[in-house]
């Protein structure tokens, strides 16, 4: 079965709420306030259902008063019926709710020309032809059919109806993961947290786990319903009722619930911008950001060196932390008013130059991937990673890497979902080769030169290893990169000689092995395989995890620890530390090892001889 969100907007009182009842049997205005005042306050929300179509409805206010709640329910529409009193024709509420459904790009527009049994057949041929024409002045709507109805008659309501079940799905782009806004929040005894909104995204499933990103989050779905009707999943274009478990946070109006580690947060982000109904955007000013059922405040700044504009690239600054994807989008208000609307287009706050931001914003604004890219990549000569490709271009992995293939001179680890300008390949090959010049008994691997050189990854690190030993400067075995001219048998000794004699030369406070492993620049399998064996053969004793000392060193403080307990009776971390200046890391473990002898007595805190 399709899924279709449409919205109903039109000026106050041409006749939404009464047409909705007269198509679905659902007459909205539930609330009481609603039906004192005669107008829809909230979103109203109801279906139509033929054997292979379901047609949602999100009826929204036409009072200019309550513009916010219309812009809410907008950001949900697959397309749009706007309702126009065929004796009056489109008034200003009309053409404000239309400047909106063209911001946010909705392709398929049904005008129901309503109470048009109250004119004569003339009057509806004109007004046909004054819509027609009106719409020539938007861009971005798709006017479908104008229909003149009646609630009375039910045989234009029926052609309505079939005029809806008609709108063709248009693909929306999507990057698979679930993206959902909260428009309303409640508790009900018995069943918990209940949030309303539309999955404007991917799926969601029972029993999985949402993630709200503003409150750092996660809460566990219980249940969910589409349209009053219990399902295992809810996919995009469906307005859902989700059940949440558990729910100890405040969940509201504007809420944004998704999936965990896919979208981060920035105070500041660059959109596409433009204004509405020959007004202007103007540099510097604070406004009424609407995004979902999102309202926040945020400064625009425009990127011209103009003050005000009709169009262009800005950047909106917020006062926290909002997180937001590529290409969503939004509308700005200000006193009130709607003033503009546009694109989200670098959702992620890269701290990139204004000239090499310009034509950025110019690629991502007409899709051009690989161009965004290649300045990306440019401008990231250490690695640009991919991995948030979902979020920063609306591109799953397999799509972000689609067009990394097609760039050339760049290196693309896969594996890391990380791209590389091809020239650094150059530059770690000459790492490498002077690691090895300078020790001749260096034995390392793609790991761990990876851990030496940590903005490149061992993908990368493999490739430039193996293009080195095609040249013969290197010999790969067993997993190990190795000087050709050095037998490994005999390295292994050389090894166990080398860190025997760093953790004499350290004393009582040896380092981490792995520190000595970069000192020697071995491969960290081979340094524990070296340890091993000096452990094994008494050489080196373990006193805990990461903490190795030599024999003959341990020997020595044992025998001055046996002193300090002949003389003062007993031992502790206090008196030991009076003649060893050590962390308290290399006391607690020396006075552990004590505890080995059986004429040595644990007494609290301290060490007694028997």
Same mark, same amino acid.
């Given at each position: ?41 909230? *979103? ?45 024709? $489109? ?11 063209? *911001? ?29 024409? /009106? ?25 309505? =109806? ?37 999955? @404007? ?18 809460? $566990? ?46 105070? &500041?982000?660059?959109?596409? $911008? ?36 009709? &169009?262009?690239?800005?950047? @909106? ?5 909002? %997180? ?44 051009? %991937? ?21 979020? =920063? ?42 690691? /090895? ?10 790991? &761990? ?14 490739? $430039? ?8 400067? *290197? ?27 760093? *953790?004499?030369?350290?004393? %009582? ?27 094994? &053969? ?37 008196? %030991?530390?009076?003649? /060893? ?25 301290? =060490?007694?001889?028997?």
């Amino acid at each position: 079965m399709k899924h279709i969100i449409i919205g109903t907007a039109g000026h106050v009182d041409h006749g939404k709420t009464a047409l909705i009842e007269a198509l679905t049997g659902f007459a909205g205005d539930d609330l009481e306030e609603e039906k004192r005042r005669g107008i829809t306050i909230n *979103l109203s929300f109801s279906n139509l259902v033929n054997k292979d179509t379901n047609v949602a409805f999100i009826d929204v206010p036409g009072h200019e008063k309550l513009l916010k709640n219309m812009i809410a329910g907008a950001f949900g529409f697959d397309a749009a019926m706007v309702v126009i009193d065929a004796n009056e024709g $489109v008034m200003p509420q009309t053409n404000e709710h239309l400047e909106i459904l063209n *911001l946010l790009h909705v392709k398929s527009i049904i005008i129901a020309l309503t109470k048009s049994d109250l004119v004569d057949k003339q009057k509806i041929e004109q007004r046909k032809e004054e819509i027609i024409e /009106y719409f020539k002045t938007f861009s971005h709507l798709g006017l479908k059919s104008i229909v003149p109805v009646s609630i009375y008659d039910k045989d234009t309501i029926q052609k309505l =109806r079939d005029e809806l079940f008609s709108i063709p799905i248009i693909e929306k782009p999507s990057n698979g993961l679930f993206r959902y806004y909260i428009d309303r929040s409640f508790s009900l005894a018995g069943v918990g947290t209940v949030v309303t909104g539309t999955v @404007l995204d991917g799926t969601v499933k029972v029993g999985e786990k949402v993630f709200a990103p503003e409150l750092g989050k996660e809460i $566990v779905v219980r249940n969910l319903q589409v349209h009053e009707k219990d399902e295992m999943q809810a996919h995009s274009s469906q307005r859902t009722a989700i059940n949440l478990q558990n729910a100890k946070v405040a969940l509201k109006k504007g809420t944004l619930l998704c999936k965990k580690g896919f979208i981060r947060g920035f105070e &500041s982000v660059d959109v596409w $911008v433009e204004g509405i109904s020959n007004q202007k955007v103007k540099h510097n000013t604070k406004v009424i950001l609407f995004i979902g059922t999102k309202q926040v405040e945020t400064k625009i700044l425009l990127y011209g060196n103009e003050t005000q504009t009709s &169009s262009g690239f800005a950047k @909106l600054q917020f006062d926290k932390k909002i %997180f937001l994807v590529h290409n969503e989008p939004f509308i700005i208000c200000a006193s009130g008013r709607t003033i503009g609307g546009g694109r989200i287009l670098n959702p992620i706050n890269d701290p990139i130059k204004k000239k090499i931001k310009m034509p950025l914003l110019e690629a991502l604004k007409a899709d051009d %991937f690989k161009t965004a890219f290649e300045i990306l990549i440019n401008t990231h000569k250490r690695g640009f990673g991919i991995i948030s490709s979902n979020q =920063r271009f609306g591109l799953n992995h397999d799509e972000a890497l689609k067009v990394a293939r097609d760039i050339e001179n760049v290196f693309v680890d896969e594996k890391g979902l990380v791209l590389y300008p091809v020239q650094v390949k150059n530059e770690l090959k000459d790492k490498i080769n002077a690691i /090895y010049e300078k020790n001749e008994y260096a034995l390392l691997s793609a790991n &761990s030169l990876a851990l030496k050189i940590k903005w490149a990854s061992e993908t990368l690190l493999s490739d $430039v290893l193996k293009d080195i030993v095609e040249s013969g400067k *290197l010999e790969f075995k067993d997993g190990i990169y190795k000087n050709p001219n050095i037998d490994i048998n005999n390295v292994d000794k050389v090894i166990e000689e080398k860190m025997h004699s760093i *953790l004499q030369n350290e004393g %009582f406070m040896p380092t981490a092995p792995y520190n000595i492993y970069d000192e020697l620049d071995i491969d960290r399998k081979m340094g524990d395989d070296a340890l091993k064996r000096l452990t094994k &053969s008494k050489k080196v004793v373990r006193l805990a995890h990461n903490l190795f000392v030599a024999t003959e060193n341990l020997s020595t403080i044992m025998t001055r620890l046996r002193e300090i307990m002949k003389t003062k009776g007993s031992v502790d971390i206090a008196s %030991f530390r009076e003649h /060893y200046d050590m962390s308290r890391k290399y006391l607690v473990a020396y006075l552990d090892y004590l505890d080995m002898y059986d004429d040595v007595k644990k007494d609290g805190m301290r =060490r007694v001889l028997v």
